[in-house]
């Protein structure tokens, strides 16, 4: 009994260890984004107080609880979002440099706070649970940088690439975003044995592999 409860008590650490560092990741995701409208020319986000780090501002039930236990289920592992950020691009300063950089604020904060947790890895004793918590929490914000990326409206990696479609096709393509998530879903499926954790950590090992060869744990770092 004792044992089963120490094995119990470690997976409560770990478990919460997890959620709390997903928690922040997406909280970070979001008011990244507002932030740097917000450098762009456009106060939306502050004046709806969602420059906040206060979770209670951004959680969104469906991305921050059902989608994670979804995905979990399906890849072994949890991905969500918060509710998104309001931002209104007519007030950048230069459009389409706005839109772009904007995209990409909530990605590269997902990648600073991966760094962060890297940094961290230093100083957690090999085996402990504070490895495993931080391991874990590596993956997670590189897994949020990655899936961001990828150009299924209304991803951020949309923002982007429709900067490379004629102008005719770029409104059609934004209207996908209406079954974007039923479409990441079904891509997240497909390609499961692609994207899943685990030996290699498939699509997602390469930021993963690049967090941890810049904080100093060389190519891999024993993950």
């Known amino acids: 009994m004792d044992a089963i409860a120490a094995v119990s008590g470690a997976d409560v650490y770990v478990y919460t260890g997890v959620f709390l560092i997903l928690v922040f990741a997406v909280v970070f995701h979001e008011v990244a984004h507002g932030f740097v409208a917000y450098l762009n020319g456009d106060p939306t986000a502050k004046m709806e107080g969602r420059l906040s780090l206060n979770p209670l501002a951004h959680l969104d039930p469906i991305g921050s609880v059902v989608v994670p236990l979804l995905t979990y289920y399906i890849l072994k592992f949890p991905f969500g979002w918060a509710r998104p950020v309001p931002v209104n691009p007519l007030n950048y300063r230069r459009r389409v440099l706005g839109d772009i950089t904007v995209s990409l604020g909530g990605v590269t904060a997902n990648f600073l706070f991966a760094l962060a947790l890297g940094a961290l890895y230093h100083i957690a004793p090999r085996g402990s649970l504070n490895e495993a918590v931080l391991s874990v929490g590596i993956v997670l914000n590189c ?21 490379f479609l004629p102008k ?18 079904l891509f997240m499926y497909v390609l499961q044995r692609h994207i899943a954790v685990g030996g290699g950590f498939g699509l997602i090992g390469y930021p993963v592999r690049v967090v941890l060869f810049l904080t100093g744990h060389g190519w891999g770092g024993g993950m």
Do not use: E, Q, V
Not at 143 to 163: R, V
């Open 143 to 163: 897994a949020l940088f990655t899936f961001n990326l990828i150009p299924i409206p209304p991803l951020d990696g949309s923002h982007i690439f429709k900067y």
């Open 168 to 185: 005719s096709l770029r409104l059609p393509y934004i209207r996908i975003g209406a079954f974007g998530f039923f479409i990441l879903m």
